[in-house]
């Protein structure tokens, strides 16, 4: 059984996968936030997981915690950026510079929306939006604060402006300070996502991550939302053949 864990700045998301599954099909998932990670020791013991594939982007210390709560003896790789994995190109200037988890969401966009330009929101603490080309090359991308962190800047670099929770989408013009707010951050997220698809000319848009309930509906243009892009694409990156050079 393969464990899959993408370790963001916020959150622990984990997965459980036949190898010969698709990507994206999971025996079981979950979640925590940082504090509760020892938590999911026993669980993985439990499972009788024989390889992990961890993404990390969260540090040196929380890469310590998550080996300690990996079952001991199993086979365990972390996910690094190269110059190619699972038939991607790495376009980046310096493809190691790239954070493992964008290159991660790339390749399961690719592996989702195969032989097509797409572009591919990760709306987490920041959110990403990268760009991912028909014939398999991974060409860039944009960071801006997450929905969370532009509501909060807000309310701790002003005087009177107050601290505004993500919600429901309110009217774009919103008549009270709350609202206007979140129609702000909201309009903000969206028109970045927008905006990358008509640049890139994107035959598709994949919207993932914790923000991604709330941002979606603020987009004018076609999309899927997926649970968790960063898992699927670990799952089709330990699928492939490492050493496949195309790039």
């Known amino acids: 059984m393969m464990l899959l864990v993408d370790a963001g700045n916020t959150r622990v998301k984990w997965a459980l996968a036949d ?29 009788g997981v024989t390889q992990a ?25 972390w996910f690094a950026s190269t110059p190619e994995r699972a038939g991607l190109c ?43 080309s028909a014939d398999g090359r991974f060409v860039g991308g944009m960071i ?16 009177q402006l107050p601290q505004v929770a993500p919600g429901a989408l309110p009217a774009l013009f919103g008549d009270n300070t709350n609202d206007a707010i979140l129609s702000g951050v909201l309009s903000a997220q969206a028109g970045a996502i927008e905006r990358a698809v008509a640049g890139h000319r994107a035959a598709a848009c994949i919207v993932s991550g914790g923000a991604a309930p709330y941002i979606a509906p603020a987009l004018k243009i076609a999309h899927l939302v997926v649970d968790n ?9 330990a699928a492939s053949t490492k050493g496949e050079a195309r790039c």
């Not at 195969?114 to 990268?130: F, L, N, S, W």
């Open 19 to 47: 190898a010969a599954a698709a990507p994206g099909t999971w025996r079981a998932q979950g979640a925590v936030l940082h504090a509760r990670l020892d938590d999911l020791a026993a669980e993985w013991a439990a499972r």
């Open 53 to 77: 594939l961890v993404s990390n982007v969260a540090g040196p210390e929380l890469a310590a915690r998550i080996a300690a709560a990996l079952p001991t003896g199993i086979a365990v790789e």
């Open 90 to 132: 790495n376009g980046y200037r310096e493809p190691a510079r790239l954070g493992c988890d964008r290159f991660a969401a790339a390749i399961g966009a690719r592996a989702l929306a195969p032989g097509q330009d797409v572009i591919v929101a990760t709306c987490g603490t920041a959110t990403t939006v990268d760009a991912v």
């Open 144 to 159: 801006l604060p997450g929905l969370a962190l532009m509501a909060s800047s807000l309310a701790s670099n002003t005087a």
């Open 229 to 237: 892009i960063v898992l699927v694409g670990l799952h089709a990156a």
